[in-house]
């Protein structure tokens, strides 16, 4: 056993894994900027109030929030999410609205660790900042679900609700209140009514489930400019043909959302962890950071879970990372050094072995390497000013080239086993 190892719920993501991470990355990019949306990256750690803004009767602000005291007296916590910090960011800058800004990487929450829920976890998302057009939440969702589409995934649902105007939501809430108050509930959800009514309904024990079956729904509150706003967001994704669940008791984890809110399950994962992302408006958080009253939404994708879904649907593997030519220099090794970095300067991706290992061991290595041709130097080809090519992965015969004839030979067969 190694001394150290990686906490618990933290991993390390290593090639050709890390080269999946990479290209979901970019598939990410290529979505959020054919529809404008620029990158931006908020710092992972942040004052803890930035985050503590969520609602206070979150668990991810309450349990699980990695928050301590720095050098200079400042308590910080490391980002649980990105929404905040991008918000205080535009309370911070105040950029051009609509501020359309997408972004990618770590967020950190004190979980209990198990398949799909890690300690510390990737998210790529977009938030627009400025507009409460219910067009936009059209915009936002079809690019999550664009999203899915380009990495391949089928088996993935979309839940739509509304949370109302905030004052719908209060009134619900209070009803909700009442209404769980007089039934029976576990223990953990009177816990939950205590803090958050709305909270109850995400309650999966099944002893509740009766109790959340007969609860009122939030649409017998929604006001005529909410009912509106969601009308118009199904119009508009039923002009787009994504089809969607509504799901009137989907409240979701966070406390600042208002009117949409959706998720995308992924309907292979088991349905503890099946969230694959979630979003929603967040109209009141800009304000609650010190900012004018600004509307918001946007969403989150759990990188990790959604590279789950696309494996057990056989799709979004990992790329092809080998490399297109491996060298072997038995004549020092010096020759190589010069051959590699004339090959990587002309485009073509190469390997070589080093340690003056036998011609033996580096053609077992160019073989591991996965490259597509060996190019070899021994005395008799240093002393013909030749080199010697050799076809891996096709067959063939080995043939020498000329020294200056190198590159383009390889770049014609390379191209000619790509067509
Ligand atoms: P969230 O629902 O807390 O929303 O997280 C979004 C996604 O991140 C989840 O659906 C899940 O895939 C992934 N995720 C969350 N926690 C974990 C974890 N412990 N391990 C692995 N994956 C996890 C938000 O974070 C909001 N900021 C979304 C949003 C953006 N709303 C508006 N704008």
């Given at each position: 056993?190694?001394?150290?190892?990686?906490?618990?719920?933290?991993?390390?993501?290593?090639?050709?894994?890390?080269?999946?991470?990479?290209?979901?990355?970019?598939?990410?990019?290529?979505?959020?900027?054919?529809?404008?949306?620029?990158?931006?990256?908020?710092?992972?750690?942040?004052?803890?109030?930035?985050?503590?803004?969520?609602?206070?009767?979150?668990?991810?602000?309450?349990?699980?929030?990695?928050?301590?005291?720095?050098?200079?007296?400042?308590?910080?916590?490391?980002?649980?999410?990105?929404?905040?910090?991008?918000?205080?960011?535009?309370?911070?800058?105040?950029?051009?609205?609509?501020?359309?800004?997408?972004?990618?990487?770590?967020?950190?929450?004190?979980?209990?660790?198990?398949?799909?829920?890690?300690?510390?976890?990737?998210?790529?998302?977009?938030?627009?900042?400025?507009?409460?057009?219910?067009?936009?939440?059209?915009?936002?969702?079809?690019?999550?679900?664009?999203?899915?589409?380009?990495?391949?995934?089928?088996?993935?649902?979309?839940?739509?609700?509304?949370?109302?105007?905030?004052?719908?939501?209060?009134?619900?809430?209070?009803?909700?209140?009442?209404?769980?108050?007089?039934?029976?509930?576990?223990?953990?959800?009177?816990?939950?009514?205590?803090?958050?009514?709305?909270?109850?309904?995400?309650?999966?024990?099944?002893?509740?489930?009766?109790?959340?079956?007969?609860?009122?729904?939030?649409?017998?509150?929604?006001s005529d400019a909410a009912a509106e706003h969601f009308a118009t967001v199904?119009?508009?994704?039923?002009?787009?043909?994504?089809?969607?669940?509504?799901?009137?008791?989907?409240?979701?984890?966070?406390?600042?959302?208002?009117?949409?809110?959706?998720?995308?399950?992924?309907?292979?994962?088991?349905?503890?962890?099946?969230?694959?992302?979630?979003?929603?408006?967040?109209?009141?958080?800009?304000?609650?950071?010190?900012?004018?009253?600004?509307?918001?939404?946007?969403?989150?994708?759990?990188?990790?879970?959604?590279?789950?879904?696309?494996?057990?649907?056989?799709?979004?593997?990992?790329?092809?990372?080998?490399?297109?030519?491996?060298?072997?220099?038995?004549?020092?090794?010096?020759?190589?050094?010069?051959?590699?970095?004339?090959?990587?300067?002309?485009?073509?991706?190469?390997?070589?072995?080093?340690?003056?290992?036998?011609?033996?061991?580096?053609?077992?290595?160019?073989?591991?390497?996965?490259?597509?041709?060996?190019?070899?130097?021994?005395?008799?080809?240093?002393?013909?000013?030749?080199?010697?090519?050799?076809?891996?992965?096709?067959?063939?015969?080995?043939?020498?080239?000329?020294?200056?004839?190198?590159?383009?030979?390889?770049?014609s067969r390379l191209e000619e086993g790509n067509r």
């Open positions: 056993m190694p001394a150290f190892q990686t906490s618990p719920g933290m991993r390390d993501i290593l090639a050709p894994e890390s080269a999946r991470w990479r290209r979901f990355t970019d598939v990410f990019a290529e979505v959020a900027e054919l529809a404008g949306y620029g990158f931006v990256i908020p710092p992972m750690m942040e004052d803890l109030g930035v985050f503590t803004r969520l609602g206070e009767a979150t668990e991810i602000v309450t349990k699980e929030m990695y928050d301590f005291v720095d050098k200079g007296d400042r308590h910080v916590a490391l980002r649980p999410e990105q929404t905040a910090g991008v918000c205080r960011a535009y309370v911070e800058h105040r950029p051009i609205t609509p501020w359309k800004t997408w972004y990618s990487g770590p967020n950190f929450r004190y979980e209990k660790p198990q398949r799909g829920r890690y300690r510390q976890f990737d998210q790529v998302g977009i938030e627009v900042l400025g507009s409460d057009d219910a067009h936009l939440d059209v915009e936002v969702i079809a690019l999550g679900w664009e999203f899915y589409r380009r990495l391949g995934l089928q088996r993935v649902e979309l839940l739509l609700n509304s949370l109302g105007e905030p004052g719908d939501r209060a009134r619900y809430i209070d009803a909700l209140r009442s209404h769980f108050e007089s039934a029976d509930l576990t223990a953990q959800s009177r816990a939950t009514l205590a803090k958050n009514p709305l909270r109850v309904l995400d309650s999966k024990r099944s002893e509740d489930e009766s109790a959340i079956e007969a609860a009122p729904t939030i649409d017998q509150y929604w199904r119009a508009g994704l039923e002009a787009l043909a994504i089809p969607y669940t509504i799901d009137l008791k989907l409240v979701r984890g966070l406390d600042y959302y208002r009117r949409t809110t959706f998720e995308f399950a992924g309907l292979t994962l088991d349905s503890a962890q099946n969230a694959l992302g979630g979003g929603g408006r967040y109209d009141g958080l800009v304000e609650a950071l010190g900012g004018p009253p600004t509307p918001g939404i946007g969403f989150a994708l759990g990188v990790d879970r959604t590279l789950i879904a696309c494996d057990d649907e056989g799709v979004f593997g990992a790329p092809d990372t080998d490399v297109d030519v491996f060298v072997v220099d038995t004549v020092g090794g010096g020759e190589a050094v010069v051959l590699t970095h004339e090959l990587r300067a002309a485009g073509i991706s190469v390997d070589r072995s080093f340690d003056g290992r036998s011609m033996k061991a580096q053609m077992k290595g160019a073989n591991r390497s996965g490259a597509a041709y060996a190019v070899i130097v021994g005395s008799d080809e240093l002393a013909a000013d030749e080199v010697a090519i050799r076809p891996l992965r096709s067959g063939g015969d080995q043939v020498s080239v000329a020294r200056s004839e190198l590159v383009p030979d390889l770049q």
